[in-house]
């Protein structure tokens, strides 16, 4: 059975830093572009940021770039997200998406970031 | 703030046919594949249609979709009580280099 368990959330001040894990296993991992997409409160979907399959490849959409990075460790089936100067924006159900754009799609369960004082 | 427009909400009663339509742009849904997902309430997203009208394994034939230039749609045939839900379009906007989701449309069941 595919699963994707993210971890890491929680409640942080604003200008402060999180990093989000994401666990994969059902699956071979490293043959998969990866992705993260977030959910505000009541709000739309919003895609984040994607990378391939070896890490070489990283896109993020432009109101996260500078802030945050994504990486990813084949070995450990894991992906990551880390954020830094957080703002009240950014708080939202962070999901960690296999193969958004096709045919394999896969959504985890998603973790929640607060960003507040 | 989303390049994909779709309309805010549908209903119908049990057994009606729905469709949701999906308003993009030559960059974005004119220019490759469109996704739809499922969003029951309090559950995360799931995918109900891939590459513009092909279903996953499990996803009931009563759901179906199209694509005609710029824009696509999704239709629901013998509505059931189980598709209250939000649903999403998406796909890659190779303007804005990044992927995009409509605007959502919430089906509500009469």
């Known amino acids: 059975e595919v699963q994707l368990v993210e971890s890491g959330g929680g409640l942080v001040q604003p200008g402060g830093s999180l990093r989000l894990s994401c666990t994969a296993s059902g699956f071979t991992f490293r043959t998969y572009w990866m992705n993260w997409v977030r959910q505000a409160p009541g709000k739309g979907l919003e895609w984040v940021a994607n990378i391939n399959q070896d890490g070489s490849d990283k896109t993020f959409v432009d109101s996260v770039k500078g802030r945050f990075t994504m990486s990813r460790d084949n070995a450990k089936n894991s992906l990551y997200l880390q954020m830094n100067s957080l703002r009240a924006e950014d708080t939202a159900i962070y999901y960690c998406?296999?193969?958004?754009?096709?045919?394999?799609?896969?959504w985890g369960q998603g973790i929640l970031v607060t960003v507040s004082s | 703030q989303s390049v994909l427009t779709q309309p805010p909400s549908a209903s119908g009663t049990p057994g009606q046919r729905v469709t949701i339509s999906c308003s993009g742009s030559s960059s974005n849904i004119g220019r490759g594949t469109v996704n739809w997902y499922q969003q029951v309430p309090g559950t995360a997203p799931k995918l109900l249609i891939y590459r513009d009208s092909q279903r996953p394994s499990g996803v009931p034939d009563r759901f179906s979709g199209s694509k005609s230039g710029p824009s696509a749609s999704l239709a629901i045939s013998g509505l059931q009580s189980e598709d209250e839900a939000d649903y999403y379009c998406?796909?890659?906007?190779?303007?804005?280099?990044?992927?995009?989701f409509g605007t959502g449309t919430k089906v509500t069941v009469l």
């Open positions: 998406v296999r193969d958004l754009s096709g045919g394999s799609c896969h």
């Open positions: 998406a796909a890659w906007d190779a303007s804005l280099n990044r992927y995009v």
